[in-house]
């Protein structure tokens, strides 16, 4: 008999598909706890730093417990006129 370890399915291994200046959504066990736009990311989409419209930075790890995604695709690298 094999022993499995129940992952969550849904949070995926890496950030790899948010590109800087995206807008987006951290959300952790339901509730929705950061937001801002993308500042930086290394390469593996394992890290992100994301700014806040108050303009804090902060360092999220894909390790974390966060589900990123993508507020606003449609208009994600477009400044608001």
Same mark, same amino acid.
């Given at each position: 008999m094999t022993l499995q370890k129940n992952r969550p399915s849904s949070r995926p291994a890496h950030w790899d598909d *948010?590109?800087?200046?995206?807008? *987006?959504h951290l959300v952790r066990n339901g509730r929705l706890e950061h937001a801002g736009r993308v500042d930086n990311r290394t390469a593996d989409g394992a890290v992100v730093w994301v700014v806040s419209d108050g303009g804090r930075?902060?360092?999220f790890h894909v390790a974390d417990g966060f589900e990123l995604s993508v507020a606003d695709p449609e208009g994600a690298n477009h400044a608001d006129n």
């Open positions: *948010v590109e800087i200046g995206d807008a *987006v930075r902060q360092l």
